[in-house]
């Protein structure tokens, strides 16, 4: 009997260690994936730049522009001013706008844009933490044109929910600053 009990409790022991464990399942997380961007050339009044074939283009007047992400329910506002001499106030008013954002944020990232050769001389503003808007931008020639750019999504913000989409346009930003040519009409 007392083998017969030893062998009972070996066979259970082996059984029980099968490797067949019922373990929980880890939480799924939500995998956004963007195609590859192709970029098209996007022609305005008193400049043009590359935009993304994703983005709508709404033109709201001759200065201002939305451009339209719906799948991403984004939408970067794009105004242009006229430089006078009113470059210093263009520059205050866009670097008040971000700093207005500084009371939900949890970092602001500068990030400076000289093209010398297009004239173009700018900052992307990147706003980390729970703001209404994660990226303010600007551009000038200093003497003409002056743009000012922000991105908004239509949700509540939760950075670490849009933070794929946000990487996202990033990028498509940084190819608007990098491709901006200013026209000067006579």
């Known amino acids: 009997m007392r083998v017969q009990f030893v062998m009972i409790i070996l066979i259970g022991l082996l059984t029980a260690c099968s490797g067949n464990?019922?373990?929980?399942?880890?939480?799924?997380?939500?995998?956004?994936?963007?195609?590859?961007?192709?970029?098209q050339i996007t022609d305005f009044d008193y400049f043009s730049f590359e935009t993304s074939k994703l983005a709508k283009?709404?033109?709201?007047?001759?200065?201002?522009?939305?451009?339209?992400?719906?799948?991403?329910?984004?939408?970067?506002?794009?105004?242009?001013?006229?430089?006078?001499?009113?470059?210093?106030?263009?520059?205050?008013?866009?670097?008040?706008?971000?700093?207005?954002?500084?009371?939900?944020a949890d970092e602001i990232i500068t990030?400076?844009?000289?093209?010398?050769?297009?004239?173009?001389?700018?900052?992307?503003?990147?706003?980390?933490?729970?703001?209404?808007?994660?990226?303010q931008f600007h551009a000038t020639d200093s003497i003409r044109h002056f743009i000012d750019g922000s991105l908004y999504f239509y949700a509540e913000p939760n950075y670490d929910s849009i933070m794929p989409a946000v990487k996202y346009l990033q990028n498509d930003i940084s190819h608007l600053l990098e491709t901006l040519k200013w026209k000067h009409k006579k």
């Open 57 to 104: 283009i709404e033109r709201i007047s001759d200065k201002k522009i939305n451009l339209s992400y719906p799948t991403m329910r984004a939408k970067i506002y794009l105004t242009y001013n006229p430089v006078g001499k009113n470059l210093d106030t263009l520059l205050r008013d866009a670097e008040k706008f971000t700093l207005e954002h500084t009371v939900k």
């Open 111 to 135: 990030r400076d844009f000289i093209n010398d050769k297009n004239r173009v001389y700018g900052t992307m503003n990147l706003v980390t933490g729970n703001a209404a808007s994660q990226i």
């Open 21 to 39: 464990d019922t373990l929980p399942k880890p939480k799924a997380q939500l995998r956004l994936e963007y195609p590859i961007p192709t970029y």
